[in-house]
């Protein structure tokens, strides 16, 4: 009994390894189109197609010390001040009030090819209203200001040859070429 048991499983495993089929298709390949396929499922290389993107943009970020700020602010005061009682002449004193608009703007250049800062501004002011005089009346006013201003600095040997913005440029050509 145990002989024919050891029988049967042989021949069972037998037909299950005669029917499976260890043999995987075969494709041929010339070196042309096995060294593509092999770019083509490479990571590293993959991601090395985006170098050249990244340096572009790291060149034109450099090229961002040369850009100017603009600035704009604007300011409103307002002042009321109730009338009250002279102590000298005993009557009545006005209120007074006051209005104060304030505008300033300006453009800040934060460097030039040949490191000169440059700086652009401007602003006016009108404050208006009304206030007591001596004889107990208001006496109204109206007062307008304004004014401009250019400011240039150039260094005379500080960043001569290299500064760190040419720096910058210089490194992220290097690396764009490279």
């Known amino acids: 009994m145990r002989l024919s048991f050891v029988m049967l499983a042989t021949v069972g495993v037998a037909t299950t390894v005669a029917a499976q089929s ?13 060294i593509q396929m092999a ?3 490479n990571f590293d290389v993959q991601i090395e197609r985006y170098n050249p993107r990244w340096r572009l943009y790291d060149l034109r970020g450099a090229y961002a010390g040369y850009d100017p700020t603009f600035s704009v602010s604007g300011q409103h005061d307002f002042s009321l001040s109730g009338g009250g009682l002279d102590p000298v002449t005993k009557l009545p004193s006005p209120a007074s009030q006051s209005d104060d608009n304030n505008f300033r703007s300006g453009v800040t250049g934060g460097l030039l090819p040949w490191g000169t800062t440059y700086n652009l501004s401007g602003n006016i002011q009108e404050t208006y209203g009304f206030s007591p005089t001596s004889r107990g009346t208001n006496a109204f006013f109206d007062d307008t200001r304004g004014g401009a201003s250019i400011g240039l600095t ?12 040419r720096l910058s440029i210089s490194v992220a050509e290097i690396r764009l070429k490279w």
């Open 154 to 165: 150039q260094p005379l040997l500080k960043n001569f040859w290299i500064d760190g913005t």
């Open 39 to 41: 770019v083509e499922h």
């Open 22 to 34: 260890n043999s995987i298709p075969s494709q041929s390949l010339s070196l042309d189109e096995s």
